[in-house]
């Protein structure tokens, strides 16, 4: 089935931060935080240091995805220019976000480049305790001033806005400062990342979740879901997750992605789209709208 994958990350170089300060590499996809805490964030096969577009096109080609919206986060460093290039360079598959620290004190700088001068389409915004913006920064309100400038830049510039508000029951996540502002900005498309990131035993928690923000500009991406849930194949509750979104905000509002490369340490490729396929829990025609009819009436525009 044809898809469009809309949250994937391209890594020129690794230069993030987190919670554990500092993010650099070690060569073969292993990675270090200043704590000393190692683990392996690029998949065997994909890159030693880097993840290349060229890289990404050939998993893509692989499983039939059309094309591709390349996301940022601090987890592995901004990686805003990198990202622009790889998608003037193949401006057939890949849609390039820009992000920025709404705390930078140059940042109307950084925000004329990116979206005036480059005009890249989609923001990114990366809110969570380990490796978002409340990873090095006291606890930032999804309502508060920065943040709505990060929103009035949005609709005046009509850019997509893609938000992860990290995991359940930590203080970057605010289901309900963030509804507040969604209400506040009716033309600005909101991609809530991860479906919320609901754990194993969230049913109730999504339920809420889905109900309070089943909004007209409200779409919600699945990317690493079965990372979330912690289960193996075919990951029976993300399908049971998919499904309750599906019924209370509607199979128009809901997105396929992957998070390749550093979910793939965690599920395939192949898998993480497979589990969706086979399910019988999904119509063929939910389907055909969460993989790629959905994702084609947002982005298509920005595909040359």
């Known amino acids: 089935m044809k898809k469009i994958d809309v949250h994937v990350h391209l890594i020129g170089a690794i230069c993030g931060f987190g919670a554990e300060g500092e993010l650099r590499a070690l060569g073969d996809g292993m990675v270090e935080y200043a704590s000393g805490k190692q683990f392996r964030l690029i998949p065997k096969g994909y890159g030693d240091k880097e993840v290349t577009a060229e890289t990404l096109l050939s998993v893509m080609?692989?499983?039939?995805?059309?094309?591709?919206v390349c996301l940022q986060g601090n987890y592995v460093g901004f990686q805003n220019l990198y990202t622009y290039e790889a998608a003037r360079k193949y401006p057939h598959r890949l849609i390039a976000a820009g992000t920025f620290d709404p705390f930078c004190r140059g940042?109307?700088?950084?925000?004329?480049?990116?979206?005036?001068?480059?005009?890249?389409?989609?923001?990114?915004?990366?809110?969570?305790?380990?490796?978002?913006?409340?990873?090095?920064?006291?606890?930032?309100?999804?309502?508060?001033?920065?943040?709505?400038?990060?929103?009035?830049l949005a609709d005046s510039k009509n850019l997509i806005v893609f938000i992860d508000i990290g995991r359940p029951r930590n203080d970057c996540y605010q289901i309900a400062e963030l509804k507040e502002s969604i209400l506040k900005y009716p033309n600005v498309i909101f991609i809530l990342c991860h479906l919320t990131a609901p754990q194993q035993d969230d049913q109730v928690l999504l339920e809420e979740n889905m109900r309070q923000l089943a909004l007209p500009n409200v779409y919600f991406d699945l990317a690493a879901l079965p990372n979330n849930t912690k289960e193996a194949y075919p990951f029976v509750k993300a399908q049971q997750y998919i499904r309750t979104a599906m019924d209370l905000v509607s199979s128009?509002?809901?997105?396929?992605?992957?998070?390749?490369?550093?979910?793939?340490?965690?599920?395939?490729?192949?898998?993480?789209?497979?589990?969706?396929?086979?399910?019988?829990?999904?119509?063929?025609?939910?389907?055909?709208?969460?993989?790629f009819k959905n994702a084609e009436r947002l982005f298509g525009r920005f595909i040359q």
Request: glycine share 2%; charged share 25%.
């Open 61 to 68: 080609d692989e499983h039939e995805v059309a094309y591709a």
């Open 107 to 152: 940042k109307e700088k950084i925000i004329h480049h990116l979206f005036e001068e480059l005009k890249i389409p989609v923001l990114k915004m990366e809110l969570s305790n380990t490796s978002g913006l409340m990873a090095n920064h006291p606890t930032v309100f999804l309502n508060q001033a920065e943040m709505d400038a990060v929103y009035q």
């Open 252 to 291: 128009d509002r809901i997105l396929w992605g992957s998070d390749f490369p550093s979910a793939m340490n965690y599920c395939s490729y192949r898998e993480s789209y497979q589990y969706i396929l086979d399910s019988d829990l999904f119509t063929l025609e939910e389907k055909e709208k969460l993989f």
